[in-house]
C-alpha cells in the first residue's frame, strides 16, 4: 500500500484505509494517462490530406467580422516544425444554434491559449458562418481563441465529424507537416468513441473533473449557454 503524503485532522481508520485504497486507484489511473500519450505519440505522421479551404475573420474578435478571407489549412502552421490542434464545435449544418457543451469546452479554451500558442497553434473550426460565431465568441467574453469555419469544404466529413445530413459531432484534431510542407493528420478522437463508450473529450476540460471529486459526482448534470443565477 502506497504512503499516503497527507493526513486530516480527526480522520479515523475507516477514512484512511478507504483513502489508501483510493489513492492506488489514482496512481495507477495517472500511470495509465501517461501509456496512452506514450502510445499517441508513437503514432505515425505520414497521413496527408488535403489542404482544406476555411475562413476566417480579423485577427482580433474586437475587430468585428470583416472582411472574412479565405486560408488554407497549412496556413495554420505559423512556423516549421510546430503542431496544429484543431476543435471541432458543433455550429453549422444540422446545428442550428451553438452548442451547449462545445461552448463549455470552448470557454476554457479561450484561457488557455495564450499558454498553448507558446508550443503548438490551435483553432475552434464549425461548419457553420463564422461571423455569426464571432458574434457569439463575443458574447461570451471569448478574446484569444482563433475561429474558423470549414463551410464549403469536406474536412469535418472527412475526419468524421460531420455526417452526409449535416449533423455534427464533437472532436478534436491534430496535424503536422511533413518535411516537404505536406499536412498530415496525426489524430483525431471525440466525445463518442465507440458505440457505449462516451466520454472521450473530458480530459479537455476540468468542469468534469470537479465534478468527480465531490461526493454525488457528476450525475446526470449537463452544461447550458446560460444559468439561473
Known amino acids: 500500500m502506497t504512503a499516503m503524503l497527507y493526513k486530516f485532522a480527526n480522520e479515523n481508520p475507516e477514512y484512511r484505509k478507504a483513502s489508501e485504497e483510493l489513492l492506488e486507484a489514482e496512481i495507477a489511473l495517472k500511470d495509465q494517462l501517461e501509456r496512452v500519450a506514450t502510445l499517441r ?28 478571407r479565405e486560408v488554407r489549412l497549412s496556413n495554420l502552421f505559423s512556423a516549421p516544425g510546430r503542431t496544429l490542434v484543431l476543435v471541432h464545435f458543433m455550429f453549422g449544418g444540422r446545428q442550428v444554434e451553438p452548442c451547449p457543451m462545445c461552448t463549455l469546452w470552448a470557454d476554457g479554451y479561450d484561457g488557455v491559449v495564450p499558454h498553448l500558442r507558446q508550443r503548438i497553434d490551435f483553432g475552434v473550426a464549425v461548419a457553420g458562418d463564422v461571423a455569426e460565431l464571432r458574434r457569439y465568441a463575443r458574447s461570451r467574453g471569448w478574446r484569444n481563441v482563433r475561429l474558423l469555419s470549414s463551410a464549403g469544404s469536406t474536412l469535418k466529413r472527412d475526419l468524421g465529424f460531420e455526417s452526409e445530413d449535416g449533423s455534427q459531432l464533437p472532436g478534436v484534431s491534430v496535424f503536422t507537416r511533413d518535411g516537404d510542407g505536406r499536412v498530415c493528420h496525426f489524430y483525431s478522437s471525440g466525445a463518442f468513441m465507440a458505440p457505449g463508450h462516451f466520454r472521450g473529450m473530458d480530459l479537455l476540460s476540468p468542469v468534469w473533473n470537479f465534478h468527480d471529486l465531490t461526493p454525488e459526482g457528476r450525475g446526470d448534470w449537463l452544461p447550458k449557454r446560460t444559468y439561473e443565477r
Open 41 to 68: 505519440r508513437r503514432l505515425p505522421r505520414n497521413t496527408s490530406v488535403t489542404d482544406y479551404l476555411l475562413q476566417e475573420g480579423p485577427a482580433a474578435l474586437s475587430d468585428g467580422d470583416a472582411p472574412i
